[in-house]
């Protein structure tokens, strides 16, 4: 079945340490994107990406950062420079013939030690 | 940044109840998507909205864009318990982000339904 794919589901981080969360998706949209997403809050953007190679800052970008090597996947990183990584990070991608819509994968919850 | 002024926060019905909830902007959008959100899940898109005035049904689902570009509401007619979750109204600012615009998010209003 086709859809947005991201690993893992829970992620627990050390003080210092980077962490990586994966998103795939196999539906050869062009666009990819990493919300965060706090408890009664709605989604804020930290990156996007419209090609492969290229990607551009959202609202908090800072302490993410992320890179598109290939059009499936849109890794996120977040640093030891984020001092406030507890959230839930949602992936999701578009292509500009669906008018804006995003596809979300089904998230992953960060947690600090 | 910008954000979708989305009320009510939260909601507590009666099942077979109807629900109405709304989003307001001080921008134009020219895109207003509704989506809901279970616990521990990602959102998922209920309703799309291209045009102002626009008036879309997805089942007991009903949507409308506002004729000045700035609103969107959502109903749902005779709730039942599997409507419980969060939903999230959001605008595509066409000034926003990249070339097709990005989307910027409510706070979303949380539903729960009282069998």
């Known amino acids: 079945d086709g859809g947005i794919t991201q690993s893992p589901k829970y992620l627990f981080r050390k003080e210092g340490q980077n962490v990586t969360l994966s998103c795939e998706q196999n539906l050869n949209h062009d666009a990819m994107y990493w919300y965060r997403q706090d408890p009664g809050q709605g989604l804020r953007l930290i990156y996007y990406s419209q090609i492969v190679n290229d990607f551009q800052k959202g609202d908090i970008a800072e302490g993410y950062s992320v890179s598109r090597e290939k059009k499936e996947s849109f890794p996120l990183t977040v640093t030891s420079a984020q001092k406030n990584p507890t959230a839930f990070y949602l992936c999701a991608s578009s292509t500009t013939r669906l008018g804006g819509k995003l596809f979300f994968g089904s998230g992953t919850q960060l947690s600090v030690l | 940044g910008q954000q979708l002024n989305q009320s009510p926060q939260s909601m507590f019905i009666q099942e077979g109840e109807d629900v109405s909830m709304n989003c307001t902007s001080s921008?134009?959008?020219?895109?207003w998507l509704w989506y809901k959100q279970d616990p521990g899940e990602g959102p998922v898109l209920l309703i799309a909205l291209y045009k102002a005035g626009e008036l879309t049904s997805n089942g007991r689902l009903t949507a409308q864009f506002g004729i000045t570009r700035k609103d969107s509401f959502l109903n749902i007619s005779a709730s039942i318990p599997s409507d419980v979750g969060i939903y999230f109204c959001?605008?595509?600012?066409?000034?926003?982000?990249?070339?097709?615009?990005?989307?910027?998010f409510g706070k979303g209003t949380k539903l729960s339904v009282k069998p």
């Open positions: 921008s134009i959008f020219n895109t």
């Open positions: 959001a605008g595509q600012d066409p000034n926003y982000g990249g070339s097709q615009g990005n989307l910027i």
